[in-house]
């Protein structure tokens, strides 16, 4: 099956400053990638996702660029706020099979 | 339009007791997800449902866990027998159905946390 495995476990930055969160997948047929959004006691939410068949997205300060060939794909926040707090999951799905494959979560802090 | 809804949000049981959690999907939507999430890690998936279909359960214990979504009323998932490590938040998702289109956005139920003293 997929295994997703996601970096840093733990990302604490300056507000204003950008964060990055990375994944690697393993099956090279996965072709949708999401990521979500998870507040403490709250449930996950998606911010952004991207297809195999685009290399980039962008939605306001929230960008996601996927390499198909190296098989990871990362989340980029620019300019954060403290509001951006919170626990990211990148996840990957194959095909129509729709399960998807969360990585661990990353828990971005962002210092006021 | 209700976005996923679950019942209970908290649930508290004894060893050996059953738990039933109730999973009622957005308005259009054929397909269920059932994930666990234990505390400080990421969601796993247990089992993908279609109305009166078990898809993939693939990632749902053999033993006492079982999952359904009937053609009338929310998708059950059902632990007989509860342990202490069945505590968790289990979060729900559903999903439109689109013959052979792409995959379509999952969308999370705000989760039934179980406790099992």
């Known amino acids: 099956g997929e295994n997703v495995e996601q970096h840093p476990s733990t990302l604490s930055v300056q507000e204003g400053d950008s964060a990055v969160i990375k994944c690697t997948y393993s099956d090279s047929a996965s072709n949708y990638f999401p990521w979500y959004k998870q507040e403490l006691g709250k449930r996950p939410q998606l911010i952004i996702d991207i297809r195999s068949n685009v290399g980039e997205k962008k939605d306001q300060r929230i960008a996601v660029t996927l390499n198909k060939t190296a098989k990871h794909f990362s989340l980029h926040i620019t300019e954060t706020q403290p509001e951006d707090s919170a626990v990211y999951f990148c996840a990957a799905s194959i095909g129509r099979d729709y399960k998807l494959s969360f990585g661990a979560g990353t828990t971005v802090t962002v210092r006021a | 339009n209700a976005g996923v809804m679950q019942n209970p949000r908290h649930l508290v049981r004894r060893r050996g007791q059953e738990a039933r959690l109730r999973c009622s999907p957005m308005?259009?939507?054929?397909?269920v997800y059932w994930y666990r999430q234990l505390p400080e890690e990421g969601l796993k998936f247990m089992v993908y449902?279609?109305?009166?279909?078990?898809?993939?359960e693939s990632g749902m214990p053999k033993e006492r866990f079982s999952a359904e979504f009937p053609k009338e009323g929310p998708s059950i998932l059902r632990i007989q027998q509860v342990v202490r490590g069945d505590s968790a938040a289990y979060f729900c998702?559903?999903?439109?159905?689109?013959?052979?289109?792409?995959?379509?956005?999952?969308?999370f139920g705000p989760g039934t946390r179980l406790t099992v003293l």
């Open positions: 308005k259009g939507h054929s397909h």
């Open positions: 449902l279609q109305k009166e279909n078990i898809i993939d």
């Open positions: 998702a559903s999903s439109r159905s689109r013959a052979g289109g792409p995959q379509e956005e999952q969308f």
